[in-house]
């Protein structure tokens, strides 16, 4: 579970592409939701509706009216579009090449930097960049522009909200994003999943997703697990 504008976020999926995907091949398949409460009406999920601008600290509750995008309404706006994506390229090695592209290479010395470009997702002035990710992946614009800017958009973040809803989502002090191994919250990390950087979380969530594989063989990775 991500937020569009969280650094964590956006430095937790670079890592995973970069570092985590190619080490353990076709053993691992990556599924993604995006955050999002204000339960039935979804604020977050429709920039058009009036709300407050950012939710302010102690977390509003999820059936909370006033619940929108935690990084105000243009994160909305973010998260429709690569929920857009997602829904109409569904291999997720696509759609998260596409993520990371549109949001740049991560090089920041910590989590906390976030990607260079991860703010400016779903804003005029990043739109060619978009379409460029798009095109190098392959992707009809258009299909994806249809998606993101009409009601499919809305469907597709109220799903996700729904399931956000369903689960434990273990928001809060411990902070996004929220990984799950085998449809199981794993605690590998000392500070919620915000220090994927470090060599020993790779380790760590390594070594979950191999204790999970029912796999045979494992991929070499395992091995040192």
Known sequence: IIESFCPCSATWEFMFATEIAPKLGDVVELRRWFDASARGSQHCCDPSTEG??????????????????????????????????????????????????????????????????QAKVGTLEHVGAEKACAAKQGFDWTTIEKCWHGDESRRLMQADADHDNSINEFYGMQGLPVVHVGGRHTSVSKFWDCNARSTEYQARLIGAICNATTASPKPSACATE
């Open 52 to 117: 407050k601008k950012t939710t302010p600290l102690p977390i509003l509750p999820k059936n909370s009216s006033l619940v929108t995008c935690f990084h105000t309404k243009l994160e909305c706006i973010a998260n429709g579009l690569q929920r857009c994506v997602q829904a109409h390229y569904p291999a997720w090695r696509e759609w998260l090449a596409f993520s990371v592209c549109v949001n740049g290479n991560c090089t920041g010395k910590s989590d906390a930097d976030g990607c260079p470009d």
